[in-house]
């Protein structure tokens, strides 16, 4: 079965950086996009970045533009999102998602269970 397994979150200070990391398993995860998405408390989801299933193309959430870098290592199965430059405002439960196409989409199937981010002093 579909499997989607987020870790790398954590608390970090504002400025600091963090890296996620998604571990896929139960699918061709190379002939798919994956997204990233966050919900910070009280709100609702926020899609954050994408990339296409052989990483030649990414998109961002224009407040993560220069910060936040999207990549995959389809050999490992893995899906990444590298945070810099952290503010309070990132703060956020993140999730992975699988696309339902080789580029991004609206079209989600499946979900992980997501991994806590606080920035905070």
């Known amino acids: 079965q579909v499997q989607l397994v987020e870790s790398g979150g954590g608390l970090a200070q504002p400025g600091g950086s963090l890296r996620l990391s998604c571990a896929a398993s139960g699918f061709k995860f190379s002939s798919f996009a994956m997204t990233w998405v966050r919900q910070a408390p009280g709100k609702g989801l926020e899609w954050v970045s994408g990339i296409y299933s052989d990483g030649s193309d990414t998109h961002y959430l224009d407040s993560v533009k220069g910060r936040f870098t999207i990549s995959r290592d389809n050999a490992k199965q893995t899906l990444y999102l590298a945070m810099t430059s952290l503010k309070p405002e990132d703060t956020a439960l993140y999730y992975c998602?699988?696309?339902?196409?080789?580029?991004?989409?609206?079209?989600?199937?499946?979900w992980g269970q997501g991994t806590q981010v606080t920035v905070s002093s």
């Open positions: 998602a699988k696309d339902m196409l080789p580029y991004t989409s609206s079209w989600k199937d499946y």
